[in-house]
């Protein structure tokens, strides 16, 4: 809800900047190992939404893949979760680098 | 209400508080408690630094990847690029709060957990045990109630509480503020006891050295593999309650390896607040804190 909130807010800071009236759609970059449950986001923005610029905007998500830094075999792998262990050779020596974006790309308005 | 995240809308109270609206330098407006002390002077500063990412138009968009779905049969609207991350404005007075602590050779750690995991026992006990030795104050983070800055008061130490209301964690506007109460001597340490949950804390800076999250033997060994974004975001994990070890099923060294699989760098401790086993080593461990960040 604080995210959603978060969001809402960029868009009017931007709306009385940039002086539009109405949001018809918001890009958001989630990244797949950050804390945002897209589900949740997407509930929780169209509740703080209502009256406000973006009320009724279609929410689109861009999922950012997760990918990590593995130590051990010196290369870039793609990792669904934070405890998945490096695809390439089992361990866990890994240091995330990619997915855990959570930001506002951008809007369509009107 | 708070708009920097929202949290609380407008419920988040500082001890000895009232509700107050003001503007922000940066253009927020905000209502939040709001202290009295004699007169009705209230200053806000927080020299706030912009988001990175400024805005452009573009009337149409062939600059990115993804599908744009517009509905057929009515006009594109105008493109507003923002590329702004979400906890912007959070991150922003987490900065101001870093700063301003680093300035004063501050010490702070946030601690966080999920709720009763023996935050504050292990705060009070920890605070006793420092006897004075350092400067030091709590900010102590709750939905409700002052119970446990009380505890801490009792103790002899400053303390101050902060009600998130609704709001499920402590964000750095709120600290911000709350430190303002404070009179915390420079070369001292700064205890932030974030409000119990594992989850929406690890994604708010508050401007602290370090997270430093405590999970207690009496829940379960997996807690790092079910909230691993609180366990990477944290530096120093404190296995609380380990007297009760022996009447457990608590597998410690499966513990330890879950944390480190979700952070290979994690330093680990385990301490008791009550037999006081492992506590030279915690104690150790923030002196050392405090002796690096003082100037």
Partial sequence: MSLAEGVLQIIEDHASKSGFARVKTVWLEIGALSGVETEAMRFCFDAVTRGSVAEGAVLEIVAVPGTAWCMQCGATVPVAERYDPCPRCGGYQLQVQDGTEMRVKELEVE | ?295
């Fill in chain 2, 1 to 295: 209400m708070c708009t920097v995240c929202g949290c609380g809308q407008g419920e988040t109270r500082i001890e000895g508080d009232h509700e107050h609206e003001h503007r922000h330098d940066d253009g927020t407006v905000h209502s939040h408690a709001h202290h009295h002390d004699g007169e009705h002077a209230h200053t806000h500063s927080h020299g706030v630094p912009q988001a990175p990412g400024g805005f452009s138009y573009a009337p149409r968009h062939p600059h990115h990847g993804h599908e744009h779905a517009h509905a057929p049969g009515l006009a594109p609207g105008r493109m507003v690029q923002i590329e702004q991350d979400i906890l912007a404005k959070n991150n922003g007075y987490a900065s101001a709060n870093r700063r301003q602590w680093k300035a004063r050779g501050l010490f702070a750690i946030n601690l966080v957990s999920s709720p009763g995991s023996g935050k504050t026992t292990l705060l009070v006990e920890s605070i006793k045990r420092l006897a004075g030795r350092h400067p030091l104050a709590v900010i102590e983070g709750d939905q409700q109630t002052s119970n446990d800055a009380e505890r801490i008061r009792a103790t002899g130490a400053q303390a101050i509480q902060v009600n998130t209301g609704k709001g499920c964690h402590l964000d750095a506007h709120m600290v911000g503020h709350a430190f303002e109460r404070l009179d915390l001597k420079e070369g001292g340490l700064l205890l932030i006891e974030n409000v119990g949950n594992l989850v929406c804390p690890a994604e708010f800076d508050l401007g602290e050295a370090h997270k430093v999250v405590i999970l207690s033997v009496t829940e379960g060994e997996d807690k790092p593999l079910k909230y691993p974004n609180m366990f990477a975001a944290s530096d120093l994990m404190l296995l609380t309650k380990v007297d009760l070890l022996p009447h457990l099923t608590f597998d410690v060294a499966k513990c330890l390896e879950y944390a480190r699989r979700v952070n290979p760098k994690i330093e680990v401790m385990q301490v008791s607040a009550k037999s006081g086993e492992g506590m030279d080593g915690w104690l150790a461990w923030l002196e050392k804190g405090v002796a690096s960040a003082k100037n």
